[in-house]
């Protein structure tokens, strides 16, 4: 499966982004997906997931209550709806595909990524 993400860029501490992740290309049908980032000099970490049908979702505890994840499948496509941006949110944010349908926060259980958008926040 290929993915797409767009939406970054530039925002103040406050502000709101919404990311757009596009899937194209053959998916299992019960595939979870979700959103990681990754600041320079950082790991990849977890910020959200969501199931196949949109019902069950997770977040990481930095970004609860401040981001919200969503999907239309019959678009092929992931969003990332951020709210209350702080500079410590800048990252490259990477959408992907999970092997399985359960949500996880491991990177190992995503099989495809796609190259990810770029959010700067500003103090």
């Known amino acids: 499966v290929q993915l797409q993400a767009s939406g970054g860029g530039l925002a103040q501490a406050g502000d709101s982004l919404k990311l757009s992740c596009v899937f194209s290309?053959?998916?299992?049908?019960?595939?979870?997906m979700g959103w990681f980032r990754q600041a320079p000099g950082k790991e990849r970490e977890f910020v959200a997931a969501i199931n196949r049908s949109g019902v069950r979702k997770n977040y990481a505890d930095s970004v609860q209550g401040r981001f919200t994840i969503s999907r239309d499948n019959a678009k092929n496509t992931m969003y990332l709806e951020m709210n209350s941006l702080k500079p410590e949110d800048t990252a490259i944010y990477l959408c992907?595909?999970?092997?399985?349908?359960?949500?996880?926060?491991?990177?190992?259980?995503?099989?495809?990524w796609g190259q990810g958008t770029q959010v700067t926040v500003s103090s």
């Open positions: 992907a595909a999970s092997r399985f349908p359960y949500l996880s926060a491991a990177t190992s259980s995503y099989a495809s």
């Open positions: 290309g053959r998916t299992p049908d019960y595939s979870a």
